[in-house]
């Protein structure tokens, strides 16, 4: 994949690649306030998957204004990311990829009387996730961890020209590509936490 977006780039001569930033996508449209057993946040999940965001959003000014920067804009696959990614590209083109889409969220096997949030069964789904490797025949930890390596080597061939690179994707796999930006030297400048249109920016001198 990475070979495939970067094959027509020319060969840079920067002595300082572009920035790149992480966002998290806009709001889903969807329903948070219900009280799911593990049947039920296996179907939310499902649909929050296929779902884009909700309408009449506005991405916040600095987002913007960083977005307009970017030499490369790139969205995941999923329509919560491409809708975010439209709302900011101002008509321009963008490159879509699987490889951001957001690590799976299967999960534990709770006896169906269980009922939670959404929020608190996306929590304990991502903690037997990364500390039990509970996946039920989807991506391993370990699978993921590669997939966040290469998403991390593109987009640093993708800033070797000096530009800034925006990328549109999921809140825990853009925390995992930006653990694998740190291991390729990049630096963590600038943090908004985990909140919709977020962002990480990570710079390397």
Known sequence: MADALTADLPKSTAMRPGAIVLA????????????????????YWSRYEQLGIRPGQTPPAA??????RAGV????VRNRSIESALALAAGREF???????????????FP???????????????FWWWFFNHHDGQETRREAE?????????I?????????????????????VGRALRRR??????????????TRRYERS
């Open 73 to 76: 804009i790139i969205s995941s």
């Open 24 to 43: 998290r996508h806009g709001e889903p449209d969807i329903h948070r306030k219900v009280m799911l057993n593990v049947h039920g946040y296996r179907d």
């Open 112 to 126: 169906g009387f269980v009922r939670m949030s959404p929020k608190i069964w996306g929590f304990i789904a991502r």
């Open 146 to 154: 590669k997939r966040a390596d290469q998403a991390a080597d593109l």
């Open 95 to 109: 490159d879509r990829t699987p490889l951001f889409v957001e690590a799976p969220l299967p999960p534990p096997h």
């Open 63 to 68: 987002l913007i204004e960083q977005t307009a």
């Open 185 to 198: 030297g990049w630096r963590l400048t600038a943090n908004q936490g985990w909140k919709y249109w977020s």
């Open 156 to 176: 640093i061939d993708l800033a070797a020209d000096g530009e800034d690179v925006v990328v549109l994707a999921h809140g825990f796999f853009n925390f995992m």
